[in-house]
C-alpha cells in the first residue's frame, strides 16, 4: 500500500514563506488542509496552520489502492446496516461519510504504531487487517469482540465517550518511558474520538497529561458535526483544531473527506510523535451522511439541504473523478472493484448469520483472569436457574 514516507516533506514546525501562506489561501479554505477537492483536483502542496508544508506522492497502484480501500469499507458498512434492519445486529454504528478520514490516518499507521478507536473505526480496523466480521459479533451480541489488541494493534472498540483518549495516553506514557520513542522505528499512538468527546473532562485531561510528559499521541478526532443529536455548535465557539494550543501542542485542521490530505497530515502528526517530538491534535472535518447508530432518527434534527451538501462533498467520488481524470484506473478497475465489494459484503453477511448464539452461562467467562468465588456462585446458581427449564416446551 502506501509507500515509504510519502506524506512528509518537513519534520521542523518552521513558518512558512509569507507567499507559500498565500498560495494556500489562494487554493482553499486556508484553515483546511487539502489536497483533493472535492471536484476531483489535486492540489500539489498544502500548509498547516504552522507553515508545515503537506504533500504526498502515490504511485498509481497506491492510489486505486486507497480508492479500494475506501469503497470495500464503505460496502461492508452498508451490508452492516442492512443487517441491523433485518433484525441481524442489535445496533450499527455507520462509519458513511468518514471513510477517507479513517483509511487515510488508518493507512497512514505504521505497524508499531498502537490505535485506540471509539465504536465507529470500521475503516481504521479494517487498515489494521483485522477481519471486518470481529465487530459484528460484538454488535450481535455474540461475542465481547474478539481481536488481540496487541496482535493487531488496535484496542478494543470504547464506548464510553472520550474513555480511550486517556487509555492512549496512558499507554503512550508507557512508551515513552520505555525508551521507544526518538527513532525513525520509534512507536507513536493515535487516539479517535467524536467532535462530542471534546466536551468531556476525560479528553480534555488526556490533552493535559499528553502535553506536560511529552508522549507519542496523535489526538484524532473525527468532526462529523453532530454529537447524536448536538450540532458542533453546542460544543465549541472555536474551531476545535485551535484548542490544542491552550494545552501546549500543535493542532491542525485537514478535510476529513480528502483521503490524500487525511494521510499526509497523520503522518507527518505520527512521525513527529515518535520522534519524540510530543502529542498533537488533527481536527478531520467530516460530515456523519447517515444516522448516529441504527437507533436514531436524523430527519428528527438536521434537514435534507444539509446532507445534499455535503453529498457534494463525498470521499469517494472525488477520488473517483480524480483516478478517471488522471486516467489512474479505468471502466474494468471499477468494475472488477464492485464485484470484489459485493462479494466481499456477501460473505460477510453469510457469516454473521452463521455465528453460533453463545451459551447464557459463558457470560461468566473472562470477567477475572482466575475467577473469583462471588462469580462461582452466581454461575452456579444460574445454571441451575437454566437447569430448571430443562424438558419444558418454553
Ligand atoms: C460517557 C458517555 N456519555 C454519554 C454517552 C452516550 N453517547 C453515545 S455516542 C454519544 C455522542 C458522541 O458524539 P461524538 O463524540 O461527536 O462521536 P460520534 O458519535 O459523532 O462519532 C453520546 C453522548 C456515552 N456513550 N458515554
Ligand atoms: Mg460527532
Redesign the pocket.
Known amino acids: 500500500m502506501a509507500k515509504g514516507d510519502p506524506g512528509v516533506t518537513t519534520r521542523g514546525r518552521r513558518a512558512a514563506p509569507r507567499s507559500k501562506r498565500a498560495a494556500s489561501a489562494a487554493a482553499g479554505d486556508p484553515e483546511l488542509v487539502q489536497l483533493l477537492t472535492p471536484e476531483g483536483e489535486r492540489i500539489e502542496t498544502a500548509f498547516g496552520p504552522d507553515g508545515t508544508e503537506y504533500r504526498v506522492d502515490f504511485t498509481d497502484e497506491e492510489y486505486r489502492g486507497l480508492y479500494r480501500d475506501l469503497v470495500l469499507v464503505r460496502k461492508l458498512d452498508a451490508e452492516a446496516t442492512a443487517l441491523q434492519r433485518q433484525g441481524e445486529l442489535g445496533l450499527w454504528?455507520s462509519l458513511l461519510g468518514q471513510e477517507a478520514a479513517q483509511v487515510g490516518s488508518g493507512r497512514a499507521l505504521r505497524s508499531q504504531d498502537m490505535a485506540f478507536p471509539?465504536?465507529?473505526e470500521h475503516g481504521v480496523l479494517y487498515c489494521r487487517g483485522i477481519d471486518p466480521i470481529m465487530p459484528l459479533g460484538l454488535f450481535r451480541g455474540v461475542d465481547q469482540g474478539g481481536w488481540d489488541p496487541n496482535e493487531f494493534k488496535f484496542n478494543m472498540y470504547t464506548?464510553?465517550?472520550?474513555?480511550q483518549t486517556l487509555h492512549a495516553t496512558g499507554y503512550a506514557m508507557g512508551v515513552h518511558m520505555d525508551g521507544k520513542t526518538g527513532t525513525e522505528d520509534g512507536e507513536a499512538v493515535i487516539a479517535y474520538?467524536?467532535?462530542?468527546?471534546?466536551s468531556?473532562g476525560?479528553v480534555n485531561e488526556a490533552f493535559v497529561w499528553a502535553s506536560v510528559f511529552n508522549t507519542p499521541l496523535v489526538f484524532f478526532c473525527?468532526?462529523?458535526q453532530?454529537?447524536?443529536s448536538?450540532p458542533l455548535e453546542r460544543?465549541t465557539r472555536v474551531p476545535l483544531y485551535q484548542r490544542a494550543r491552550g494545552f501546549g501542542f500543535p493542532g491542525v485542521r485537514v478535510d476529513g473527506n480528502d483521503v490524500l490530505a487525511s494521510y499526509a497530515v497523520t503522518r507527518h502528526a505520527l512521525d513527529n510523535a515518535r520522534h519524540g517530538q510530543g502529542p498533537s491534535l488533527i481536527e478531520a472535518y467530516t460530515y456523519?451522511m447517515g444516522a448516529?447508530?441504527t437507533s436514531d432518527d436524523p430527519t428528527r434534527y438536521r434537514i435534507a439541504s444539509e446532507v445534499e451538501a455535503w453529498q457534494a462533498k463525498d470521499p469517494i467520488a472525488r477520488m473517483k473523478a480524480f483516478l478517471e481524470k488522471q486516467k489512474i484506473a479505468d471502466a474494468d478497475f471499477f468494475a472488477a472493484l464492485d464485484e470484489q465489494a459485493r462479494a466481499e459484503s456477501v460473505h460477510l453477511r453469510e457469516r454473521v448469520l452463521a455465528m453460533p448464539d453463545p451459551e447464557p452461562v459463558t457470560m461468566f467467562d473472562h470477567v477475572y483472569p482466575h475467577g473469583s468465588p462471588e462469580l462461582d456462585e452466581q454461575r452456579a446458581q444460574f445454571s441451575r436457574y437454566m437447569e430448571s427449564f430443562e424438558g419444558s416446551a418454553h
Open positions: 454504528a471509539t465504536y465507529r464506548i464510553v465517550i472520550g474513555a474520538f467524536g467532535d462530542g468527546a471534546t468531556q476525560d473525527q468532526n462529523n453532530y454529537a447524536i448536538e460544543q456523519r448516529h447508530t
